[in-house]
């Protein structure tokens, strides 16, 4: 909320002082820099431009920017011990007690779940600094979205994304979209080409699939004990 608060303050001010509304880049950037004026941290780095774009808040915190280089090369690898000895011994794999190395060592076997493709597209999506002092990917997961029902809000993964008015590619472009947020107006449909979804509880349009996650899609958190940097959970669902 804190985010989102010098977010709005931001875009007043800017509005004040132009006819023209300035890119939300540099609107979220210059409310990144706002807050971190305040709590003496060094601001996040912009990955993208859109109020919910990927940003690094991480790169300062000590240890984080190794961890996640060691992160991402056994995930370039699908190096199996690799990722293992980057996790906790009691890392959470999902919500209904599963925990541990060997169950993860399963999980990356299994085809079905497709872990490692998971794993690395959570790394091109930021790194949010967590409240317990540890790092949370993607980066969106740990913002406040509002009155948005997680189970139903998708991320639109990219920059002046169609939302369109059918179910076709040249169906009409009713607005377009950078890195905002959505809700599914039905069920997932992850088979079909678009999904129908709603955009700020009013305007109904269509998406392409390949542009929507999940808010409670895979995400990962991370700290440091004793020390040693590694995976406390791996989760995906609510």
């Not at 971190?36 to 300062?60: H, N, T, V, W, Y």
């Not at 920017?65 to 996790?87: H, I, N």
Request: hydrophobic share 40%; proline share 5%.
């Amino acid at each position: 909320m804190k985010r989102l608060t010098a977010l709005a303050l931001v875009l007043a001010l800017v509005a004040c002082k132009q006819d023209q509304p300035a890119p939300s880049q540099k609107i979220a950037k210059a409310a990144d820099e706002l807050i971190a004026k305040a709590s003496g941290a060094p601001p996040a780095i912009m990955l993208g431009e859109g109020q919910f774009a990927p940003r690094d808040e991480c790169a300062e915190i000590p240890g984080a920017s190794e961890f996640r280089e060691q992160l991402a090369q056994v995930v370039s690898d699908r190096d199996v011990e690799g990722l293992v000895t980057l996790v906790a011994n009691d890392v959470r794999l999902n919500f209904g007690g599963g925990v541990g190395a060997n169950l993860l060592r399963t999980h990356l076997t299994q085809p079905d779940r497709n872990l490692w493709d998971e794993l690395e597209d959570m790394l091109t999506l930021g790194c949010a600094q967590n409240d317990q002092g540890g790092i949370t990917i993607p980066w969106y997961f740990d913002q406040d979205f509002g009155g948005i029902d997680p189970m139903k809000g998708m991320i639109v993964t990219g920059e002046n994304v169609p939302l369109r008015a059918d179910v076709t590619e040249d169906a009409e472009e009713l607005k377009t979209l950078s890195w905002d947020v959505v809700e599914l107006a039905g069920e997932y449909r992850p088979e079909q080409p678009f999904q129908k979804v709603i955009l700020n509880g009013k305007t109904e349009g269509y998406i392409a699939t390949d542009k929507l996650r999940s808010l409670t899609g895979y995400r990962l958190i991370a700290s440091s004990r004793n020390g040693k940097w590694s995976i406390t959970s791996l989760v995906a669902g609510e």
